[in-house]
């Protein structure tokens, strides 16, 4: 193996390059639609898991407790999650999409298919499932107890 191989034959140097340009690509893509991706991310957990405390939806979508609060302040402010006091426990609030944060949701999925496209682009659509199930397989392996 000559040198100049050697970086490309690395799983580990590969994917974190493509995350790289990944992030930029998607980070730049919203931005242009005045979202972030912890927008999407707390708007796509909200409509698919149902409303939240905020803990329960920094564990779900992986942002940190300091920086939701940010994040979440950003969304109500837009009017797109509502914000209740939790029956259960009135020191916390639930966290709830709106029908407005449900109309941005649509619109940021829209911007998010031509982002993926441009990210995926060559591969065809069974690489693309395959690429996903693969990446899938490894985040599982390594969110697993014991790993």
């Known amino acids: 193996m000559n040198s100049d191989d050697r970086l ?8 974190s390059q493509v995350a790289t340009r990944s992030d930029r690509l998607i980070n730049e893509g919203l931005a242009q639609a005045d979202a972030r991706k912890w927008h999407y991310a707390v708007l796509a957990s909200l409509q698919d898991f149902g409303p939240a405390s905020q803990a329960a939806l920094s564990k779900r979508t992986g ?7 940010g994040v979440l302040n950003e969304l109500a402010q837009r009017q797109l999650v509502e914000r209740a006091p939790d029956p259960d426990d009135q020191r916390r ?4 999409i709106s029908t407005a944060g449900r109309r941005q949701l649509r619109r940021l999925d829209r911007v998010l298919d031509v982002l993926h496209d441009e990210l995926l682009a060559p591969l065809d659509p069974t690489e693309r499932d395959q690429l996903v199930r693969l990446l899938t397989r490894l985040l599982d392996h390594h ?4 790993s």
């Open 143 to 146: 969110d697993s107890p014991g």
């Open 93 to 96: 609030n639930v966290i709830t």
């Open 63 to 69: 942002i940190y407790r300091s920086d939701m609060v």
């Open 8 to 15: 490309r034959q690395r799983a580990s140097r590969l994917l």
